[in-house]
């Protein structure tokens, strides 16, 4: 069994920072693509931002130049620095990870999520 624990979420006014982090633990083989998807109340999650376990990023248009995503592979950590916090930046941000265990089966694990609430 895979655990993904989020944290960092909190209320921020808008230009804002914070920094979230994801934290995964169990019976972890190794740890390929690990992401952050937003869900805001009324819409379907999607992609934040991702990268792979070589380093490769990838980001939404509208989170490029205002977020960064890093990784500790040591640590099996993803990072989510954001920056210039926009209102539309709130949403319950997910982690997600897709994990090779150590049975040599790969599945995609999601975290609980935790909430950014950008406002005044």
């Known amino acids: 069994q895979v655990q993904l624990v989020e944290s960092g979420g909190g209320l921020v006014q808008p230009g804002g920072s914070l920094r979230l982090s994801c934290a995964a633990s169990?019976?972890?083989?190794?740890?390929?693509?690990m992401g952050w998807y937003c869900q805001a109340p009324g819409k379907e999650r999607e992609l934040v931002a991702a990268i792979t376990s070589g380093g490769t990023t990838n980001y939404a248009d509208s989170v490029k130049g205002r977020f960064t995503i890093s990784r500790d592979n040591a640590k099996n950590t993803v990072y989510l620095q954001m920056n210039s916090l926009k209102p539309e930046d709130t949403a319950v941000y997910y982690c997600?990870?897709?994990?090779?265990?150590?049975?040599?089966?790969?599945?995609?694990?999601w975290g609980k999520g935790t909430l950014v609430n950008v406002s005044s």
């Open positions: 997600n990870a897709e994990v090779v265990t150590t049975n040599y089966y790969r599945f995609n694990y």
């Open positions: 169990g019976s972890i083989f190794s740890i390929k693509t």
